[in-house]
């Protein structure tokens, strides 16, 4: 962690986060869940909850303690240890909560965001249908409003939460007439009546988080459960593209700094031909390789984040927490993979936790939009960053011996 860049007050919410992960979490739940024998924990949750250690950044008169972004990415990096799922379950008071927080009625808050970050509710994000995946607003869960109501129609796929969730934060179209980015609303649903998780997916890695596929059959929302305007869910996605991103980049963090101390452990302790295998450039490189890939993700992921706090233009924003998320996910399955290498055949038995962080990491490079959309949101950006006057302020193509040979640059 990047402890320098923290003030006093925000070390002493690492620090609790710290003691929790290392003493208010069973290792029993972490085998378990890895055992599919837990579809949902939500004990870990109770019990974070227990120490007002959800939603930190949220004000505290809804749970929070009203810290910042760059408090809750600390935090999550210190998650991140224990592996993807309790890293994601962690996240999603703070994912739903960003909506709530920034979008929902004070009578929203007082019902669902409070009782989420003291632990009495979980709560699940419902984004991903079967036709649509990276087409997010492909969607066709329908909501037809009736009177003071609206009936809801659909379903969505690869819920984390689906299991254990007390409501769900729901995406659906409500004007199909109009274009795509202006004809989805967005809905609180808590479970009940019509509300029924058809399949609960066999996961490679990222297990007990109770992922499912829900339907929704003629579900009863009230009009007051609609989050923001009606046809305004857009303006909230791309709002929520910032936590789930950012989240999902901070507990990549805390995997790969995982993963990287049993490695360097190991490497300290394991002889060959009478020496420590650090002795050796082939082992130890991959060592050196791995700390500089988490040092240069952890500056982009806090730096992110300290964006966010100092309100950098939102254009930017999307720009740097799609970097985050890419660079810091990939650099997880990477260190996963030489830390793996470095144990060897011990390495991919269950006698370390390495092969479980690595079945976990590549799941991180699919989820919140997959890697390849990121790169298409960075690419954008830059180049719309580009156009409105360069990013540079010195004309550096003038630089060379014969820039003046204008007839020698053919762009057509």
Known sequence: MLDYLLPPEALDVVAEVRDFVKNGVRKELLLAMDRDEVHYPREFLTAAAGRNLLGLRFPAEWGGRGLNWTVEVAALEEVGVLGASLACLYSLPSIVGEALNLFGTDAQKETYLLPTLHGELTTAEALTEPRSGSDFFGTTTRAVQKGDRFILNGQKRFIVGAEGADYFLVYARTDPDAPPHESLSLFLVDRGPGVKVEYVYGLMGTRGGGVGRVVFKDVEVPAENLVGPLHGAGRIFFQMMVPERLTTAAGALGMAKAVLEIATRFSARRKAFGRPIKDFEGVSFKIAESITQ????????????????????????????????????EMAWQVANHAMQVLGGIGYTNVYPVERLLRDSRLMMIWTGTNE?????????????????????????????????????VFE
């Open 373 to 409: 959309i990121m790169n298409l949101i960075i690419q954008h950006e830059f180049y719309k960053e580009h156009e409105s006057g360069g990013v540079i302020g010195r004309d550096v193509e003038a630089d060379a011996p014969e820039a003046h040979q204008v007839d020698e640059k």
């Open 294 to 329: 988490l040092d240069a993700a952890r500056a982009l992921v806090y730096a992110t984040a300290k964006a966010i706090d100092e309100g950098v233009e939102p254009r930017r924003v999307r720009r740097f927490v799609s970097e985050a998320k890419r660079f810091s996910t």
